[in-house]
């Protein structure tokens, strides 16, 4: 699957918040109603606040993830040296395709190319079965020591983690003859 990753413009709002909505309505994680729909569909104020990134495929908007980092207004666990990833959506039309797994393995790439970033993490409602298999089989871990409720609902989220491969650079001496 040829899939493009890149951050959205404001053209592709609309998809996004369409993409996103019905992604989390279909899975059944929330009703239309919920005040965290709201959240999930404000587009706007999550690119004003993150980075929110589109995977394409054919040149159509297929799926959306949101971007951030420690002490950034999105972020809910990021840590020092972490990229954290949130509202992860793929098109219901698109979802067993394998542009979940896509995405998230773009994303890796991306998290790698970041200067002082050493891992990933994303937090997870503990009914989202789906999504853990996805993350797990990526290799990101369980933290339960990260593990937190949602204010003012009896909602536990998960923490996973992904610590990426560390490319450390060797400078040699050049070598005698002069090279």
Not at 71 to 90: C, H, K, N, T
Not at 162 to 175: G, H, I, K, S
């Amino acid at each position: 699957m040829s899939l493009s990753f890149r951050r959205a413009l404001p053209a592709d709002f609309a998809e996004v918040r369409r993409i996103t909505r019905d992604a989390y309505l279909r899975a059944g994680h929330f009703a239309a109603d919920h005040p965290y729909m709201g959240v999930l569909e404000d587009v706007e104020h999550r690119a004003e606040h993150a980075e929110v990134w589109v995977a394409e495929a054919a040149g159509k908007v297929v799926a959306a993830v949101t971007l951030t980092f420690a002490g950034q207004p999105y972020s809910e666990i990021a840590r020092d040296g972490e990229l954290e990833f949130r509202m992860l959506a793929v098109d219901p039309a698109r979802q067993g395709g394998g542009v979940g797994r896509a995405l998230v393995r773009r994303l890796i790439e991306h998290a790698e190319s970041l200067p002082n970033i050493k891992a990933i993490s994303i937090t997870s409602a503990t009914f989202m079965e789906r999504a853990h298999a996805l993350y797990e089989s990526l290799g990101f871990r369980r933290v339960p020591a990260r593990d937190w409720y949602v204010p003012d609902e009896d909602v536990l989220l998960w923490v996973f983690r992904l610590e990426l491969a560390v490319v450390e650079l060797v400078e040699t001496a050049p070598d005698s003859a002069g090279g």
